[in-house]
């Protein structure tokens, strides 16, 4: 009698297609009854980025505006020195003098009235 080669279960060799077929009928199984979370998942990370994109997008926006307000508090300081300039005494003489009126020489006389 011939002795019988052992060879190890681990080491007998399966079926390739059955092997396949069962790894893919276990992954489609899988996918199909975790679909529920897997398109959980999705939206949420749908979410995730139009969240990221709205902040940036706002953040844009804040310094946009930010950069408006220094504009106009420029402005607003050099419109303000220029007011402030131009009703000085000196210069609003300047500015009526074409017309004809003058300043005042003798301080303004006060006007009362008697009840009767």
Same mark, same amino acid.
């Given at each position: 009698?011939?002795?019988?080669?052992?060879?190890?279960?681990?080491?007998?060799?399966?079926?390739?297609?059955?092997?396949?077929?069962?790894? #893919?009928?276990?992954? *489609?199984?899988?996918?199909?009854?975790?679909?529920? %979370?897997?398109?959980?998942? $999705?939206?949420?990370?749908?979410?995730?980025?139009?969240?990221?994109?709205?902040?940036?997008?706002?953040?844009?926006?804040?310094?946009?505006?930010?950069?408006e307000i220094k504009e #106009?508090?420029?402005? *607003?300081?050099?419109?303000?020195?220029?007011?402030? %300039?131009?009703?000085?005494? $000196?210069?609003?003489?300047?500015?009526?003098?074409?017309?004809?009126?003058?300043?005042?020489?003798?301080?303004?006389?006060?006007?009362?009235?008697?009840?009767?």
């Open positions: 009698m011939e002795q019988e080669e052992h060879i190890p279960v681990a080491e007998l060799p399966d079926e390739p297609e059955q092997k396949k077929e069962w790894r #893919l009928r276990i992954n *489609y199984r899988a996918i199909t009854q975790n679909m529920p %979370f897997i398109l959980f998942l $999705s939206a949420l990370a749908l979410i995730y980025i139009a969240n990221s994109h709205l902040a940036e997008k706002k953040i844009r926006q804040i310094n946009k505006l930010g950069r #106009l508090k420029w402005e *607003y300081l050099n419109v303000k020195s220029e007011l402030m %300039f131009r009703s000085k005494m $000196s210069e609003v003489s300047k500015s009526v003098e074409p017309w004809g009126l003058k300043p005042l020489s003798s301080p303004p006389q006060k006007i009362v009235l008697k009840k009767q």
